[in-house]
């Protein structure tokens, strides 16, 4: 079923269903919903730009309806809503939906990179060659990595040793949650929305969490007191578009699209790192920066998550031996 939001009646004329269309009615606008869980900030500007090139490239036949903020729906329902169509596109998480994406998850594994531009190009092959079949589940089309975000820790207190680790009650999510949880941490898996409020209250002590971006930009700053600016893992929030969507749009829009799809892995990573270059120096004068001193126990505990990983794939009846050895491949490749 074509979903496109605005198209007339006089685009199909266009398209030859009836006869004496006039160039004006072939060029009526394609317009799209595109939908963000949080309002204008560094987590949705890459699919922003994205859309500005779009309708820059296509000459104004298509337009983006741009819905931001969680009020239309949370990040955690993202996927559910593109599938059925309340919005054409839209940001979703693999980190968020782990049941649904369970072997583009593989890309949130804890310490397995240390270059966010090699993870976003080795993530954007993954998710086209290997692992597109979950987007497609779930009647979408994966566009591209609309964004990748360091995830840091910050904390009330100076966490520099696991036994700093077990006394805290961290917030974690995505490998800095199974990492925990293999040292025998309890976490608390409270959705970013929440944070703040429970941070303030010392509902939890510490957050493994976006930063500096991310954390400067929704005041985490003002919250927390310390800060260690190790990366335990990338964060992305991938940009899909509804299936059905996708199929109705003519070929010469999809190239277009394509093409822009291909240049956000680069255009995504500059426009976060120049995020980064502002946000820090901000976060830097708010609190204060501390080091972690045991990352070679971290390490040795990240080795065990990895299998931890592998196994519950196989619980599942899938290979993921196979896409971490595909990722950890694609990751050497990009270097």
Not at 89 to 94: D, I, L
Not at 117 to 125: F, G, P, R, S, T
Request: glycine residues 8%.
């Amino acid at each position: 079923m074509n979903r496109l939001t605005g198209i007339s009646a006089s685009v199909f004329l266009a398209f030859g269903l009836l006869v004496g269309t006039s160039p004006a009615q072939a060029q009526e606008t394609i317009t799209l919903k595109f939908h963000s869980s949080f309002g204008k900030s560094p987590l949705n500007e890459a699919p922003r730009w994205w859309m500005d090139e779009v309708e820059k490239r296509t000459d104004g036949k298509v337009k983006f309806t741009r819905i931001l903020g969680g009020s239309l729906g949370k990040l955690t329902a993202a996927p559910e809503n593109i599938k059925v169509g309340a919005f054409d596109m839209g940001n979703v998480s693999v980190v968020y939906n782990p049941g649904l994406f369970s072997l583009s998850n593989v890309v949130s594994l804890p310490f397995i990179s240390k270059d966010p531009l090699v993870h976003a190009k080795a993530a954007h092959e993954l998710h086209s060659d290997v692992t597109g079949d979950e987007f497609a589940a779930m009647g979408q089309k994966y566009m591209g990595p609309g964004m990748w975000t360091r995830i840091q820790m910050l904390s009330h207190e100076p966490i520099r040793t696991i036994d700093d680790l077990k006394k805290a009650k961290i917030r974690a999510h995505g490998g800095a949650s199974e990492l925990l949880k293999t040292l025998g941490i309890t976490v608390y898996g409270i959705p970013w929305g929440e944070l703040p409020a429970a941070a303030e209250r010392k509902v939890v002590t510490a957050g493994i969490i976006g930063a500096p971006a991310d954390a400067y930009a929704f005041g985490f700053g003002k919250i927390f007191k310390y800060w260690d600016q190790e990366d335990w893992f990338f964060f992305p929030l991938t940009f899909s578009m509804n299936q059905d969507t996708w199929d109705a749009l003519p070929d010469d829009v999809k190239t277009v699209m394509e093409a822009v799809n291909d240049e956000m892995v680069v255009e995504g990573r500059k426009l976060m790192a120049a995020q980064e270059a502002k946000s820090g120096p901000g976060l830097t004068s708010q609190v204060k920066v501390v080091k972690f001193e045991e990352m070679d126990k971290l390490i040795a505990a990240r080795d065990q998550t990895w299998q931890n990983w592998v196994d519950a794939r196989k619980a599942e009846g899938k290979d993921g031996q196979a896409v971490l050895d595909t990722f950890l491949g694609l990751l050497e490749k990009h270097k």
